[in-house]
């Protein structure tokens, strides 16, 4: 049976201090979780009774192992998740400083696994066969994950529905203008394109919401998904049709999984074919409440959870 979604890019160890509003060096205590957008994202889904899957690569290492363990007990296959010799599982660190300041601490050297995906190795098959397949802005970054990126997203030409993440990372790439040409091609194969301001101005040079997303339409999308912050999500498709729904009124703990848990409703949504501003209002929900936790991976919330948020307007 085909999965409902299959994921590309990052996998790592989430290290989050136990204290907030306290700077890394005086943390004294810090909880361990699955992280990494796409993969947060395939278990986002998966709280949401979807059938998921991940492709991406670890450290040979106790890191690696447990992140196999936590993505068998989140109920995400890891079927493609593959060691790299020699490389260590990355782990990310972060601040939390409510409502809006978590820096984030990437350690990836001297290269992450996940860039080490290779298009030799790829289930073109699997993945052209899955009802939703998610890649991100940082697979793009290095090879060989670039060009497998680039070849999973050519072979799957754009059967079923095709999402770019676009995932911006700075601190990944040496500046935007290396990252565009990418991008354009990477937006050529798929179907759903979905950034926030900073992301969707590197993919396209535009920055104003309604520009962007025309100007994602007219790289060959169909449906164009521009996170504006605090103004909340603008969602255009190629047939005129439109929402632009506000953010969840939140008391903000950490936000850093806010947009993977979005992501996880998205797909959600458009799987179970609803209309655009009833998956605009349940993606923002599920992003709402996970901002309103600390972790990531364990916070994406249930069905009932998003359904609560929704009805009462609010994350209590």
């Known amino acids: 049976m085909a999965y409902d979604l299959i994921t590309m890019g990052r996998i790592g160890v989430d290290l989050y201090p136990l204290q907030t509003g306290v700077p890394l060096p005086q943390v004294t205590s810090f909880g361990k979780f699955l992280g990494g957008s796409a993969t947060n994202v395939a278990v986002a889904a998966a709280r949401l009774g979807r059938r998921t899957a991940v492709i991406t690569r670890t450290g040979d290492d106790p890191f690696g192992t447990y992140l196999h363990e936590a993505l068998k007990d989140f109920g995400v296959d890891d079927r493609w998740v593959t060691p790299v010799p020699g490389l260590p599982t990355p782990v990310t660190f972060c601040e939390v400083f409510p409502p809006d300041d978590f820096p984030l601490y990437f350690y990836r050297r001297p290269k992450a696994p996940d860039l080490e995906i290779d298009a030799h190795d790829l289930d073109?098959?699997?993945?052209?066969?899955?009802?939703?397949?998610?890649?991100?802005?940082?697979?793009?970054?290095?090879?060989?994950?670039?060009?497998?990126?680039?070849?999973?997203?050519a072979h799957r030409?754009?059967?079923?529905?095709?999402?770019?993440?676009?995932?911006?990372?700075?601190?990944?790439?040496?500046?935007?203008?290396?990252?565009?040409?990418?991008?354009k091609e990477a937006l050529r194969h798929t179907t759903v394109a979905v950034g926030n301001l900073d992301e969707v101005e590197v993919a396209t040079g535009v920055r104003e919401p309604h520009a962007a997303a025309r100007a994602l339409l007219d790289a060959g999308v169909e449906l164009a998904v521009v996170k504006q912050g605090p103004k909340g999500v603008l969602a255009v498709n190629r047939e005129g049709a439109s929402?632009?729904?506000?953010p969840l009124p939140v008391n903000v703990l950490n936000g850093l999984g806010a947009g993977d848990a979005f992501g996880g409703s998205l797909v959600h949504g458009l799987l179970a074919g609803w209309d655009l501003e009833k998956t605009m209002r349940h993606a923002n929900a599920a992003g709402a409440i996970v901002a309103s936790r600390l972790e990531c991976s364990s916070a994406m919330p249930t069905p009932g959870e998003i359904e609560a948020a929704v009805t009462a307007g609010a994350v209590k």
């Open 124 to 153: 073109l098959d699997g993945i052209r066969d899955a009802r939703v397949f998610w890649v991100t802005g940082t697979g793009l970054s290095e090879e060989p994950s670039r060009t497998a990126t680039l070849a999973a997203l």
């Open 157 to 183: 030409a754009k059967s079923g529905t095709t999402v770019f993440d676009l995932d911006w990372r700075p601190m990944f790439w040496t500046d935007p203008d290396a990252a565009r040409p990418f991008y």
């Open 243 to 246: 929402a632009e729904v506000p």
